[in-house]
């Protein structure tokens, strides 16, 4: 738009007009009084934020002020060849789309950029133009006629014009999907239609012979006498009988516009006509954008255009009291409920255009589409401009390109803090007492009875207990069950080679295999939280290996000692149970969470490698001379270097015989070589497949599969592409029988041995201890970082329920001699990663949000009957190659990592600042004390790693967990309330802290800059807004540069956090 040098004062205070009464209401906002008491008689002094709150909190008395999801569309009209009508440039469901001036397409969704002087110019034609709040009109033809009376009765438009303006409102609406089989004349036309043409090529036979050069219209569709079809004829300028409508477009046309067909909209939809039959097949047309519409959404048009014929701009602002269906007026059968009508003399289309663009984007705006809804009156709807100024962002004209399209935000801000009153007093939440109520609501809270939390576990979750099922009627269900079926075999298989080692093969993979069946059925059907899944972990190894080493020593039988071992440990899982002592979850914070699951992480990853580099020492690159050479058959006339040049796999097939010593395996030099390629392809796949699903390429739902069932499509394609290849890599060994590993034991374990002494039972409690403590660790750890708040859970927790389950299965598994089964930390983690649910991008450009996790027990069911039935699947699991599975480790310890915000603030140390991510962390916490937090967590990890790395002190590894919940409770000393709380969670306190700690520093200038805006009247240029709420980081926010260089003004409100805000508010006012 042209550049303006005029000074336009800032419109703080309110104009009355007449003509728009209204009663007045009482000042309510949500059901609550404000602070600071007002009426309507004030409403003229006060702030916009505090009208717009008295606008939205007034109660509704019936449904047709209730806010639906808006649409809104901008025609103007224009000449297309020898036809006016009015075309399509642009729409909004949340953000912006322009048609492309050159390609004749949609542009991408982006973030609409308006200027100032459009803002302040469609505020002005709000105050002196037309404002027709619940109009009673049910088609487009009723509705231009009470605006055409209105606004002759209000003077702004000269009767002489009145029918030429009418014309020009009911043009025809084309919209830019019917430009790409755009014909010259519509396909489906009705008689009146047929007979309206002919009608104007009997007009253009008599113009022209009146004079060449006088301009021809189609005339305003009118009501006319039985017969007539609702037309009246076409007419000559000369005769002086007929209505005009010309677009200022140069040189006049001498031809007449037969093809002008009249708008659609004017026919009513209650009775058949070529309108409603047209509309119905062009709304047909683009039914693929009809599912981008919200459900429930209604229609905002904007109309805006230049005529010859007026001296003066016209406007108006309608809503109509039911929304209706205007025929061909919106591009998707969406009900109409807001029409902007803006129409001016030649010169004016950009500037039209851009204020156009204003009101659109006003209608989009989740503010003042609300007071629009609400408005009963002129000054309401000023009233929501003036709080759209005061909320937007001003960038300066010589530090931005305006013709840059900004992105659309990842996450759009809430804009709650709008809409609620920022004086409103409030009672002082005490923040313990929340967290008091939080943990209850969790089953984090000691009920004081016996079983107490066990009893509100069961009725927590026997309401959700056949949704369980529903939910899982998904295909992410079953790309998910795949994918952790694979990732929970390989562990499995490798535990029970390292368990045979460990026991003497008292117990090994087949005893592995039966125990993942036996814990993961019972606990997927009877747990309270299906989602964390069962597995073997390293301290359990340990545990288990010195328990061994101490039968042996002794003399003692091992899966005797061991089965009073896992009875005792049961016993003590349940007591704990009794006393709620899951209760003392609550002090496992993301401190200590976030290093065990980061321990963990690591751990998968450097067993990966290590896993990959023992192939490499096993079957070396550089070997020596492979002393095997394929030879002719015996009585051949071929020569030996003929045979010679086949290698070991195709000698036999050729008849040839292969001599030599190494001729019984296969050549190895290339399997270290192939194993890498294979772990790390699959690792390599899994993650690109696995962020498909925001790939430009293929609809939705196809990246949506792909990226569901990445890593099963990596281990197929590496397994297929090793199976070509023919090279010997490392398989996955599965038993085939299902049957003990010893032949000298059973599947029931005797309590009683000769080997033992009587008091063996008795002593056994002592490592229970220890056991109990590995286990209670492992496996509440794991709970708490499942359901952690991020995740957005619905169904609720189950602490005291999953260790009750846990401690029955224990029992289950001393007395078949079978492995311990804990929730494991990492498949736990990818299990809840490949069960998030994502919003569907309805509107275009819109990000999507991530919903919570389905959350359902099937998976884990199948999960571990597939592992149990594996015995039976063994002749096709012996083509996986383990390197493919090391690949699925190495993806799952990566895939961990992924938003723990311990590893963002590791990798925070090694960024100059100004490449470090805009994390809200960094804002509200000084960059030096991050870094102190971080060494300190980072030490201790360091600690937990060495302390694992070795065998004489790995089984000290649970009480250092304990040790680091009371690390964590000495940092109290070292940072404040405020700083943990970012950085960390609140630990349960005895005692209250002082006041004070929950009143951090914030710009005290914040609130002020809100009520005093000052403005320089140096304005120059072109300055460029973001409309609220988009800019991620400035929500409700403002800053204002002065192109006349009266330097730079911003104030920033933060919606964070909300509490922050409200202890600024009451700083103040003191």
């Not at 305006?402 to 992105?407: G, L």
Request: charged share 20%; hydrophobic share 40%.
């Amino acid at each position: 738009m042209a550049e303006k040098n005029e000074y336009i004062e800032l419109p703080w205070t309110m104009n009355s007009s007449s003509g728009d009464d209204e009663a007045p209401k009482d000042p309510r906002t949500g059901g609550e009084d404000f602070t600071q008491q007002f009426t309507e008689n004030d409403f003229e002094v006060t702030p916009p934020a505090q009208r717009v709150q008295f606008i939205l909190g007034e109660d509704v008395d019936d449904g047709t002020h209730v806010s639906h999801p808006l649409f809104s569309e901008m025609g103007m009209l224009v000449k297309e060849g020898d036809e006016i009508e009015w075309k399509e440039t642009a729409r909004w469901i949340k953000f912006e789309e322009d048609v492309e001036e050159g390609g004749n397409r949609w542009s991408k969704p982006h973030v609409a950029t308006l200027s100032l002087h459009s803002l302040f110019e469609l505020r002005r034609l709000l105050v002196n133009g037309s404002v027709m709040l619940d109009m009673e009109a049910h088609n487009l033809e009723v509705m231009a006629d009470l605006v055409c009376d209105h606004m002759v009765s209000a003077g702004t438009l000269p009767p002489g014009v009145k029918d030429k303006v009418k014309d020009a409102l009911l043009r025809r609406h084309r919209h830019q999907h019917e430009y790409a089989k755009k014909t010259r004349l519509p396909i489906i036309r009705s008689l009146a239609d047929m007979r309206n043409h002919s009608s104007s090529k009997i007009e253009e036979h008599s113009g022209n012979i009146l004079g060449a050069t006088t301009p021809i219209s189609l005339t305003a569709s009118e009501p006319g006498p039985p017969g007539s079809n609702g037309n009246q004829n076409l007419s000559t300028a000369a005769s002086g009988v007929g209505r005009f409508l010309t677009v200022p477009s140069g040189k006049p046309s001498n031809r007449a516009l037969e093809d002008m067909v009249k708008s659609p909209s004017n026919q009513s939809m209650a009775r058949p006509g070529s309108g409603t039959e047209l509309s119905e097949q062009q709304h047909k047309g683009n039914t693929h954008f009809m599912r981008k519409i919200p459900p429930g959404a209604e229609a905002s048009n904007i109309l805006v255009g230049e005529v010859d014929f007026l001296e003066r701009t016209l406007s108006c602002f309608i809503r109509l009291s039911q929304a209706v269906v205007l025929g061909d007026l919106t591009e998707v059968p969406v009900p109409t409920r807001f029409v902007f009508i803006l129409l001016g003399p030649p010169g004016s289309q950009s500037n039209f255009h851009e204020i156009g663009r204003a009101m659109a984007t006003l209608m989009s705006d989740e503010i003042f589409h609300e007071v629009a809804y609400r408005a009963r009156k002129r000054d309401h709807l000023l009233s929501g401009v003036d709080e759209f100024l005061d909320a937007v962002t001003v960038l300066p004209p010589g530090e931005w390109d305006p013709t840059i399209r900004i992105e659309p935000p990842a996450a759009i801000p809430s804009q709650e803090v709008r809409k609620r009153p920022p004086e409103m007093a409030k009672e002082e939440v005490d923040e313990e007492e929340e967290e008091a109520r939080l943990r209850e609501e969790n089953g984090l809270s000691r009920t004081g009875r016996l079983f107490g939390g066990l009893i509100n576990d069961i009725k927590r979750k026997a309401p959700w207990y056949l949704s369980d099922y529903k939910d899982s009627l998904s295909m992410q269900c079953v790309a998910s069950w795949i994918f952790l079926y694979f990732a929970c075999l390989s562990p499995i298989i490798t535990f029970g080679g390292l368990l045979a080692e460990a026991t003497g093969k008292h117990m090994a993979a087949m005893e592995s295999l039966v125990s993942g069946f036996v814990c993961g059925m019972g606990y997927g059907f009877f747990s309270g939280q299906p989602l964390t899944i069962l597995g073997s972990t390293g301290p359990v190894l340990v545990f288990e290996s010195i328990i061994y080493e101490f039968c042996l020593k002794m003399g003692w039988d091992y899966m005797t000692f061991r089965f009073w071992i896992g009875m005792w440990v049961a016993g003590i899982c349940i007591v704990l149970t009794a006393i709620d002592a899951s209760a003392l979850v609550c002090y496992i914070t993301r401190f200590t969470e976030e290093n065990f699951a980061t321990l963990i992480a690591f751990i998968f990853i450097y067993k990966a490698i290590e896993n990959v580099m023992v192939i490499g020492k096993n079957f070396p690159v550089n070997q020596g001379i492979y002393d095997c050479v394929c030879t002719p058959p015996i009585g051949s006339n071929a020569s030996v270097i003929e045979y010679a040049k086949y290698n070991w796999d195709y000698c036999e097939t050729y008849n040839g015989t292969l001599v030599g010593g190494d001729c019984g395996s296969p050549p190895t030099e290339n399997v270290f070589l192939m194993s890498v390629v294979l772990c790390a392809g699959t690792f390599l796949i899994s993650t690109v497949l696995k962020e498909f699903k925001n790939a430009l390429f293929f609809p939705s739902i196809v990246r949506q599969y792909i990226s569901d069932f990445s890593v099963l499509i990596a281990i197929f394609a590496m397994s297929f592409f090793d199976y070509s290849l023919g090279v010997p890599t490392q398989k996955l060994e599965v038993p085939n029988e299902l049957k003990p590993t010893l032949s000298t034991r059973g599947w029931l374990i005797p309590p009683f041995s000769e080997k033992n002494p009587w008091w063996s039972p008795i002593i056994a409690v002592f490592p229970a201890l220890l056991g109990t403590i590995l286990i209670f660790m492992d496996q509440q750890i794991t709970a708490v970082i499942v359901n952690r708040k991020e995740n957005k859970l619905k169904k609720g927790c189950g602490y005291h329920l999953d260790l009750f389950i846990l401690s029955i299965l224990i029992a289950i598994c001393s007395l078949m001699g079978l492995p311990w089964f804990v929730a494991a930390t990492v498949l736990s983690i990818n299990h809840v990663n490949s069960l998030k649910l994502e919003s569907e991008c309805s509107a275009p450009g819109e990000k999507p949000q991530f919903l919570g996790v389905r959350e359902q027990r099937v998976t884990h069911i199948l999960i571990f009957l597939t592992i149990g039935g594996s015995v039976l699947l063994t002749p096709l699991l012996r083509h996986i190659p383990m390197p493919v599975l090391f690949g699925v480790f190495l993806y799952m310890g990566v895939a961990s990592l992924k938003g723990l915000q311990f590893f963002d603030r590791i990798l925070i140390m090694f960024m100059p600042a100004k490449y470090q991510p805009d994390y809200m962390f960094l804002r509200q916490v000084p960059i030096k004390r991050v870094h102190l937090f971080t060494v300190i967590q980072l030490a201790c990890l360091i600690i937990l790693w060495l302390i694992k790395s070795f065998s004489q002190t790995s089984i000290l590894f649970p009480l250092m967990l304990v040790v680091m919940i009371g690390i964590r409770k000495a940092l109290d000393l070292v940072f404040t309330r405020r700083e943990l709380k970012i950085l960390d969670d609140i630990m349960p306190e005895m005692t209250k802290r002082a006041a004070a700690d929950d009143l951090h520093k914030l710009d005290a200038e914040v609130g002020l800059l809100a009520r005093i805006f000052p403005w320089g009247k140096g304005s120059r240029g072109r300055v460029v807004t973001k409309p609220p709420g988009l800019d991620g980081g400035l929500a409700g926010s403002g800053s204002v540069v002065g192109a006349g260089g009266a330097g730079l003004i911003s104030c920033t409100t933060s919606n964070a956090n909300e509490k922050e805000f409200e202890a600024q508010s009451s700083l103040l006012k003191k």
